[in-house]
């Protein structure tokens, strides 16, 4: 019989192993199929206990009640799991002696603040998953020695303000998700120095403006979530330093006024969601840079669910929505609101035969 690479136990701070350098990170599907693994080969763990995933690449940690929380994880930790607990706080020596992690995961706790030293002992921190907590604020200098940290999750907290000095260090970051908050105004130079960020979630907060300077720092933003904000008005230039963007999500706002150059310079958009906001008309000019006849838009748009009024003044829409059609989602709830004798009528059918 072969030697198994991975091998379930329960664990105790008094194990202490090496392991053999991590090839790449272990995600949380090859976590799940590792317990599959471990289940098909009748290991039953202590309920009182963390289940620890052993292998070549290192040890991954898994803590859910009724386990109890060791005062020393692994030593070679790569992957580790500690949720469910309705912890309020975390020892600032919590990770002290696992150099090694990469992944840590704390959703679904009751973490009111955060020890500026918690990350420092896991200099090699990839992902940190604080999904679902109680976070108001994050104490500066948290991240003074992340500068590996790709993933940064804080959705579904409670945060009503930020600050640029908090997300000093992560140079590296590449996924910021900050969606379900409750976040009302976002500071200048929020995202000077994140240089490196392809993905921003600021979907479903309190948003009623943007500063003009919001994106100023990414260098190649692909994927912007703003949906379900209270935003009134996208100004001309806010996406002007992001000629790369692919998807932008501006849906389920309250947005009656797209500046004509909004769109100006995003010659990469292959998703666009304008759906479910106050749109009445749409200045001539905004939808140049989109779709045809220029490129396709690989995945489509939606700008249902607005009070479209179907008049001379959405000539220039007409004319973009004929040429793009097939790209066009929701095409039953993109409907005229106005003038009287088009109410109801499907947009795309004014527009074919205007």
């Given at each position: 019989?072969?030697?198994?690479?991975?091998?379930?136990?329960?664990?105790?701070?008094?194990?202490?192993?090496?392991?053999?350098?991590?090839?790449?990170?272990?995600?949380?599907?090859?976590?799940?199929?590792?317990?599959?693994?471990?289940?098909?080969?009748?290991?039953?763990?202590?309920?009182?206990?963390?289940?620890?995933?052993?292998?070549?690449?290192?040890?991954?940690?898994s803590c859910h009640p009724p386990?109890?929380?060791?005062?020393?994880?692994?030593?070679?930790?790569?992957?580790?799991?500690?949720?469910?607990?309705?912890?309020?706080?975390?020892?600032?020596?919590?990770?002290?002696?696992?150099?090694?992690?990469?992944?840590?995961?704390?959703?679904?706790?009751?973490?009111?603040?955060?020890?500026?030293?918690?990350?420092?002992?896991?200099?090699?921190?990839?992902?940190?998953?604080?999904?679902?907590?109680?976070?108001?604020?994050?104490?500066?200098?948290?991240?003074?020695?992340?500068?590996?940290?790709?993933?940064?999750?804080?959705?579904?907290?409670?945060?009503?303000?930020?600050?640029?000095?908090?997300?000093?260090?992560?140079?590296?970051?590449?996924?910021?998700?900050?969606?379900?908050?409750?976040?009302?105004?976002?500071?200048?130079?929020?995202?000077?120095?994140?240089?490196?960020?392809?993905?921003?979630?600021?979907?479903?907060?309190?948003?009623?403006?943007?500063?003009?300077?919001?994106?100023?720092?990414?260098?190649?933003?692909?994927?912007?979530?703003?949906?379900?904000?209270?935003?009134q008005v996208l100004r001309e230039?806010?996406?002007?330093?992001?000629?790369?963007?692919?998807?932008?999500?501006?849906?389920?706002?309250?947005?009656?006024?797209?500046?004509?150059?909004?769109?100006?310079?995003?010659?990469?958009?292959?998703?666009?969601?304008?759906?479910?906001?106050?749109?009445?008309?749409?200045?001539?000019?905004?939808?140049?840079?989109?779709?045809?006849?220029?490129?396709?838009?690989?995945?489509?748009?939606?700008?249902?669910?607005?009070?479209?009024?179907?008049?001379?003044?959405?000539?220039?829409?007409?004319?973009?929505?004929?040429?793009?059609?097939?790209?066009?989602?929701?095409?039953?709830?993109?409907?005229?609101?106005?003038?009287?004798?088009?109410?109801?009528?499907?947009?795309?059918?004014?527009?074919?035969?205007?």
């Amino acid at each position: 019989m072969e030697k198994r690479e991975a091998v379930m136990s329960s664990w105790s701070p008094e194990r202490n192993q090496s392991r053999g350098r991590l090839s790449s990170h272990l995600s949380g599907t090859l976590f799940l199929l590792l317990l599959c693994v471990a289940s098909a080969q009748d290991v039953t763990p202590k309920h009182d206990t963390c289940l620890v995933f052993e292998s070549s690449n290192g040890s991954s940690v898994s803590c859910h009640p009724p386990a109890k929380l060791p005062h020393r994880f692994p030593a070679d930790t790569v992957y580790l799991v500690v949720e469910f607990f309705n912890l309020t706080q975390l020892r600032p020596d919590t990770l002290q002696g696992a150099s090694r992690l990469q992944e840590l995961h704390l959703s679904t706790n009751q973490l009111q603040s955060l020890s500026p030293k918690l990350l420092l002992p896991a200099p090699l921190l990839r992902v940190l998953d604080l999904t679902r907590n109680a976070l108001t604020r994050l104490p500066p200098g948290l991240f003074q020695a992340s500068a590996a940290l790709h993933t940064l999750v804080l959705k579904e907290n409670r945060l009503e303000i930020l600050e640029p000095s908090w997300l000093q260090g992560l140079k590296a970051l590449a996924h910021l998700d900050l969606s379900g908050n409750r976040l009302q105004t976002l500071p200048p130079g929020l995202l000077a120095n994140v240089t490196s960020l392809r993905f921003l979630d600021l979907s479903d907060n309190q948003l009623k403006t943007l500063p003009p300077d919001l994106l100023r720092g990414p260098l190649q933003l692909e994927r912007l979530h703003l949906e379900g904000n209270r935003l009134q008005v996208l100004r001309e230039g806010l996406l002007a330093p992001q000629p790369d963007l692919r998807y932008l999500f501006l849906n389920d706002n309250r947005l009656a006024t797209v500046a004509a150059g909004a769109f100006r310079g995003l010659q990469q958009l292959d998703m666009l969601d304008l759906s479910n906001n106050l749109l009445t008309s749409v200045p001539q000019g905004l939808w140049t840079s989109l779709g045809q006849p220029t490129r396709d838009m690989k995945d489509g748009f939606d700008i249902s669910g607005n009070p479209w009024i179907c008049d001379q003044n959405l000539d220039d829409l007409y004319g973009w929505l004929v040429a793009n059609r097939d790209k066009m989602f929701s095409r039953n709830a993109t409907r005229c609101a106005g003038p009287e004798a088009s109410k109801g009528q499907l947009l795309l059918e004014a527009a074919e035969s205007h």
